[in-house]
């Protein structure tokens, strides 16, 4: 098996226990996903299935999209709804102060990890430090949001919360942004609710549940779910014939007529990936190759 599955994550497992799943389903332990989901978040999970792991980077590293709900009106320590959650006393926000304030995250700006995130700082993880009472100070780093659009405001009894559409790009904490958002106001904010609508070139419109993966796998019709990683890859193609297809799979270096330069995902005359590859001056040097016997 060779390919990726859009997984609709429920809300509730980590992003391990569903591939855990897939092992189970697929009968190989081959398996890897490509972008964490917390517990919490629900949404689109690539799940990459045998050789496909070898591109886990290229498709972790896309942008996203989310529909979030960010609770205006209590703190949280986790910047979510796992807590410890304390109301923060402060008047709600105006509409209108929400509408303006959301706009300061939108494009290139820095941003504070979560202080319960799997972060490292010296070989340290941030969530066990800030569990064992000694929290990281973790540095800020540079994001993308590419549109940041306000889908709608509820209030109930001093709480408001405010769904959002999220279009970023790769390391962007979406907790981070809600709790940015709430101190921006005054009044505190963490991420009541996520879902992540699409991820490295997957919806989650044709996303597929486990409960309906488990009966594919009971139909054995598994194979159905799972798709090419080839269109998946956002890279220029460079094709090779038998000979060449050959030689790079073997590790060769060689002289390509096309005009691609930088990375290019390299395909066979059949229109099969065979891997990726990088072009310099003309040349073209193998960097993640999938062997033939790991092509079916």
């Not at 980590?14 to 332990?29: A, E, K, P, Q, Y």
């Not at 969530?127 to 109930?156: M, N, Q």
């Not at 005054?186 to 488990?214: D, M």
Request: negative net charge; proline residues 6%; aromatic residues 2%.
């Amino acid at each position: 098996m060779l390919g990726v599955v859009n997984l609709d994550k429920p809300v509730g497992p980590t992003s391990h226990d569903m591939v855990g799943l897939l092992r189970r389903l697929t009968g190989t332990r081959r398996i890897g996903h490509a972008g964490t989901l917390d517990p919490l978040a629900s949404g689109v999970l690539p799940i990459l299935v045998g050789a496909a792991t070898r591109f886990s980077e290229e498709l972790t590293g896309g942008r996203k999209r989310y529909e979030a709900i960010i609770r205006l009106g209590e703190r949280s320590a986790t910047d979510d709804g796992e807590g410890p959650i304390t109301p923060s006393g402060a008047p709600p926000p105006t509409d209108a102060a929400i509408t303006e304030a959301l706009q300061a995250f939108v494009g290139t700006i820095d941003q504070r990890p979560p202080t319960f995130s799997a972060r490292k700082q010296d070989g340290r993880t941030a969530h066990r430090s800030a569990r064992s009472g000694a929290p990281l100070d973790l540095p800020s780093r540079t994001v993308t949001v590419d549109a940041l659009d306000l889908l709608g405001i509820e209030r109930t009894a001093g709480i408001v919360d405010v769904r959002v559409d999220l279009r970023c790009g790769p390391g962007t904490y979406v907790r981070s942004i809600a709790r940015d958002l709430g101190e921006r106001l005054g009044c505190g904010g963490h991420l009541h609710g996520l879902r992540r609508t699409e991820a490295a070139g997957l919806a989650v419109g044709e996303a597929l549940g486990p409960e309906r993966l488990e009966a594919l796998a009971a139909d054995n019709r598994l194979g159905e779910a799972i798709q090419p990683v080839e269109p998946l890859l956002r890279l220029p193609s460079v094709s090779l014939d038998a000979a060449e297809a050959w030689r790079f799979v073997h590790g060769s270096r060689q002289g390509v007529g096309q005009g691609a330069v930088g990375r290019v995902k390299v395909l066979d005359d059949a229109h099969r990936l065979l891997g990726i590859g990088e072009v310099t001056d003309g040349q073209l040097s193998p960097e993640k190759v999938i062997a033939s016997d790991e092509a079916g």
